[in-house]
């Protein structure tokens, strides 16, 4: 059940399922989901979909979300998933009402086995991984029998508790169910439900030399917690069939299985494959890098839960695939810090700028709201003095005619402080801008003037005698807008996706927490690192700009 109190979700065809079987008490009036990811790498933005979608049912419907781990794989698996995939649950807003594993159910699983074998309905086969892939055919042709298909039932539970007992090297052995060869779904056709695999398990050692496929154990499984409404993403939806094969064979409880679109996005690489391959790599940063498309990397890039979960409701459930644009999960992201996060001042490419005429060992200060729209955040007060900080881009010698910042002979405001003209430029010796000299208005007070001319430019600024020197890092798409590449690797990544520059901050975010969120005026939102940030020391990384390039698609649709 979710600890976030919010309206119901816009209706979906799967809400539409869920409210019918309620009005008709299918399942007795319960609703009971469950969110089961295999602790075999983090969350991605993907699975975020299936959270909010899972969790928000049993919150909007009273009903209950297990978070089951599917740790049927012990050469993938760690206990570093398991622990991360729990921290991103919590910290998208849901708590669990059951947490399991796969592995509780492992001696549940191998006795249902032994019953399909019993029935005559499971069989184990001798042959090599290859060879059972010739044997089962193709979309045009029918697969064939394998040689060991008709062995007695005897012999088959003397096997198959052999392989189990550890008699047998890995691949020896396979365990399949008996079904049809020649049926037109190649799922159906006698497929592997146990494999030998000696490895040591996360949570059973080495208890266990065999181990179920995930066909085999997420219907179990379901079936086992009384689960009622079994949804998964599309790619799943031809071994429905076989979902439903093993639970009537076995005569057990029958939890539906209902299919999704899964997530597409642009910019973004959701194959669990590619992102390992990115970490081992060391392309990125690890698993929470603010590059990757995982939960973690959102979360340490600034992202709020909120605006996830906004985002997720807002592409809504759909059995059709499409492709999401990026832009619209940052547009969530905008419009809930827009709300909340502090103005603060931040230079991230100084360029100095002297007031020859101000007293040289004078130092004001000037108040400035932490929130425009938003009074109850309060304000704090910079210290102004001769020697500022401006940035870089704020200057330009050669100006056009529509410039509206600073240039040689152009006045501009000084954001809450004074009018400042630029007389003269300095260069050094390679001929770059060192430093702009300006005199400034000292009636223009407060950043206003009341003779009435007009200064268009206001420029944000820093005392260089105060300002806390700062990182920033500044994040771009590690994929281009038409996707990665089938390696993601190559051209298919932007190398050039993460620049870092050395600036300065108000003295205030010397010690900003790491985590902590804020819109750099001017410039765009930012969050302390949650790896790298120190006291004395800040590392801000680029949560994402001011620019809302999916709402101006919006105004003019």
């Not at 399909?116 to 059972?132: F, H, P, T």
């Not at 266990?208 to 085999?216: A, E, K, L, S």
């Not at 391959?277 to 939960?295: A, F, H, Q």
Request: with cysteine; glycine share 6%; proline share 6%.
């Amino acid at each position: 059940m979710s600890d976030t109190e919010k309206p119901a979700a816009p209706k979906n065809f799967i809400r539409a399922i869920v409210e019918d079987d309620l009005a008709t008490n299918k399942w007795e009036g319960r609703v009971h989901t469950r969110f089961p990811p295999e602790p075999n790498g983090y969350l991605h933005i993907g699975h975020a979909k299936s959270i909010c979608l899972n969790f928000g049912l049993a919150r909007d419907y009273d009903g209950k979300c297990n978070l089951r781990f599917d740790d049927t794989n012990p050469l993938k698996e760690e206990v570093e998933y398991v622990d991360s995939i729990q921290e991103d649950v919590r910290w998208l807003g849901f708590t669990w009402d059951n947490r399991f594993f796969a592995s509780d159910y492992f001696e549940r699983i191998f006795e249902c086995a032994v019953k399909l074998i019993e029935m005559g309905k499971a069989y184990v086969d001798s042959l090599s991984a290859e060879e059972i892939r010739q044997y089962r055919g193709t979309l045009k042709e029918p697969g064939r029998n394998s040689p060991f298909r008709e062995r007695g039932v005897e012999e088959n539970l003397d096997l198959f508790r052999r392989m189990r007992a550890g008699e047998f090297p890995d691949g020896a052995h396979v365990l399949r169910a008996k079904i049809d060869m020649a049926s037109p779904n190649i799922v159906m056709r006698d497929p592997t439900l146990y494999r030998i695999r000696h490895a040591a398990h996360h949570r059973t050692g080495t208890n266990w030399c065999i181990y179920p496929m995930y066909d085999f154990t997420h219907c179990l499984s379901d079936s086992f917690e009384g689960i009622t409404h079994s949804i998964c993403t599309l790619e799943f939806e031809n071994n429905r069939e076989l979902y439903d094969w093993v639970l009537d064979t076995l005569g057990l409880y029958h939890p539906r299985q209902y299919e999704f679109a899964r997530l597409n996005m642009t910019h973004v690489a959701l194959s669990k494959r590619k992102l390992i391959k990115l970490v081992e790599s060391g392309v990125v940063d690890g698993w929470d890098d603010p590059r990757m498309p995982t939960i973690s990397g959102f979360r340490r890039r600034g992202y709020t839960p909120e605006s996830i979960r906004d985002f997720c409701e807002r592409i809504g459930v759909a059995r059709s695939a499409n492709v999401v644009d990026y832009a619209l999960l940052e547009h969530c992201l905008r419009e809930d810090l827009n709300a909340r996060a502090p103005r603060v001042m931040g230079v991230l490419r100084p360029l100095k700028l002297t007031i020859v005429n101000y007293p040289e060992d004078q130092v004001e200060e000037f108040e400035f709201p932490y929130h425009p729209e938003d009074e109850s955040q309060g304000s704090r007060k910079l210290p102004f003095c001769r020697d500022l900080w401006i940035e870089r881009t704020d200057f330009m010698e050669d100006a056009p005619k529509k410039w509206f910042r600073l240039a040689p002979g152009k006045e501009v405001r000084l954001r809450y402080a004074y009018y400042v003209r630029c007389v003269e430029v300095v260069k050094d010796a390679s001929g770059e801008v060192v430093e702009v000299r300006c005199e400034y208005d000292p009636a223009t007070k407060g950043g206003w003037s009341d003779d009435g001319r007009k200064v268009k430019g206001t420029l944000h600024w820093l005392s260089a005698r105060h300002a806390a020197p700062a990182e920033f890092r500044l994040y771009d798409h590690l994929f281009p807008a038409e996707g990665p590449s089938d390696e993601a690797e190559g051209d298919g990544l932007n190398l050039d996706s993460l620049e870092i520059v050395r600036g300065y901050v108000e003295p205030g975010l010397a010690q900003a927490e790491p985590g902590w969120r804020c819109q750099f005026e001017r410039t765009g939102y930012f969050c302390a690192d949650t790896r790298h940030s120190k006291p004395g020391a800040p590392v801000f990384n680029r949560t994402t700009g001011l620019r809302d390039s999916f709402a101006r698609e919006m105004q003019k649709g």
